[in-house]
């Protein structure tokens, strides 16, 4: 600011008095609209602690009842007041690995595809298909996996996993076969998550500097070889964030999983068996609680859900701090 | 292994067609001027829409829309201030 501009602005107030209602009006405004922004902003963290708080204060009565036994019994009782969640929470916890195990290898494929190998033409409509499948709604998703899905799982994947391959002796495949199960779950979730793994890998590879690839290239390495050794390690904590990302979105998945998972509250080794998740738990029963202690229980699924979900993305951020620390490894 | 990534890019792809033919076959035939405009009939009885459900999604949106943006430090467009204040007056 030069010397002239700072006195000018330090005589406004000795300006004539006509025009300082105009200026202060402005200033005003400014300072309105500051503290406005500041609210908005502040709203946000403060809405999530006002939700973690409002659901632990209702969540407290089945906690305190019940104690760590709602952690670790299966019996989900509402007449006798019993209440375990473990179903709930393993359910929860197994689609999601589930989907993580389908989803990640093809999002990981599909992008290494796309930014790498696919020719410029190609690019643009496959990464657009690949993203639309985040559009869908996941009622649509339900749906189709009721009348879709599902048929497939029960006829030709179930004989074919046991007939053909002879896997009905293993306990993670035994049991009869509903086609309403975990598997069923966890492949619904794959494809629910893929788009965002994808969507993120796709950008972090694409954001891997061109002379990485030369200088692989350069020593001779094969396409596949600076993929794998050059492109794949530079990218590496952007993918874990990519994966992480999608295992938040399937932990907290309600709809389209409580279409097609069976909704039984059973702990079975059997990837065919029905399950639960907390998510679906909630959605199912909530409308139905009459009773505060049921209510009350509902609310702490909830927050256990809440808890689930806050490890994870603390997990989260630790590995994607702990591989962009050190790339060589 | 690169030819893998040709096939995980055709099975990324999968899903979404087949949701969509899917979709299409079974509910193409019932897309009607009606659907869009009648409310729906009591069960049983053939014809009528999904008005009512079309209508709530779009109120739905739209006061969303109107207040996402309020967080963003972005200055409020006219756009915005009217859209905020139209939700607020339903």
Known sequence: MTEATAKEVGSRSTKPAAEIPRLDLRALGDRAYQIAITAFAAAIPLLLILIAVSILAAAWPALTRSGLSFLTQSRWDVASGEFGAAPAIFGTVVSSAIALVIATPLALGASIFLSEIAPSWLRQPVAFLVDLLAAVPSVVYGLWGIFVLIPILRDPVGPFIRDTLHLGGIPLFAGPNYGYSMLAAGVILAIMILPYIAAVTREVLRAVPRSQREAALALGATRWETIRDAVIPYAKSGIVGGIILGLGRALGETMAVTMVIGNRPEISASLFAPGYTMASLIANEFSEATNDLHLSALMAVGAVLFLVTLIVNAIARWLVWQVARGPSR | ?90
Do not use: D
Request: proline share 8%; net charge neutral.
């Open chain 2, 1 to 90: 292994m690169l030819a893998l990534t040709y096939v995980a890019a055709a099975v990324a792809t999968l899903p979404l067609v087949l949701i969509l033919f899917h979709l299409l076959k079974q509910g193409a035939a019932f897309i009607t001027p009606a659907f869009f405009t009648e409310m729906p009939k009591p069960v049983g009885e053939p014809g009528g829409g999904m008005s009512n459900a079309i209508v709530g999604t779009l109120i739905l949106v739209g006061v969303a829309s109107a207040f996402g943006p309020l967080s963003e430090s972005a200055p409020a467009s006219t756009w915005q201030r009217s859209a905020v204040c139209g939700s607020l007056m339903w």
